[in-house]
């Protein structure tokens, strides 16, 4: 099948494989709408800190990735456009560890006009503990070509 808009291009990427850089996180997705994806990450002893503390880069990058995503659902025509980020913000809620196990991602819109793009994110356990939040803004520009 040929994804003729955003949320095609998304629900067509390996749920478990999506792109390279979300393996180290085992990063899954579970549901794509337009504006809304909702994925799991889990954190492991590899992404800890010397102090035993998962590194804050794992929420920055598992945040940043479902950010990606949910602007990607907005497009028309993603062999056309690309999402490239102008800005992240991470505000960090409560330590992960190793052991605090899969984590869930949910990334939602908050405004979009024209090709620029607000959406937020948050990290958070089964119980709705938030252990870390992200907000980025996006411009879906025209996809480079090699020249």
């Not at 945040?63 to 490239?84: E, Q, R």
């Not at 119980?127 to 907000?135: R, T």
Request: charged residues 20%; proline residues 5%.
């Amino acid at each position: 099948m040929i994804a003729t808009d955003g949320v095609s291009f998304v629900r067509a990427l390996d749920p478990d494989h999506s792109m390279p850089m979300a393996e180290p996180w085992a990063f899954r997705i579970e549901s794509v709408e337009r504006g809304d994806v909702r994925a799991r990450a889990t954190p492991g002893g590899r992404h800890e800190n010397p102090f035993g503390v998962v590194q804050g880069g794992f929420a920055a990058t598992v945040l940043d990735i479902a950010l990606g995503l949910v602007t990607i659902t907005l497009m028309d025509d993603p062999s056309k456009t690309m999402a490239s980020t102008t800005d992240l913000i991470v505000r960090y809620f409560a330590p992960v560890l190793a052991s605090t196990g899969e984590l869930r991602v949910r990334a939602q819109i908050v405004n979009q006009q024209g090709r620029a793009v607000l959406a937020e994110a948050f990290l958070e356990d089964e119980a709705g503990m938030k252990y870390a939040y992200a907000q980025s803004n996006c411009i879906i520009a025209n996809r480079l070509t090699a020249g």
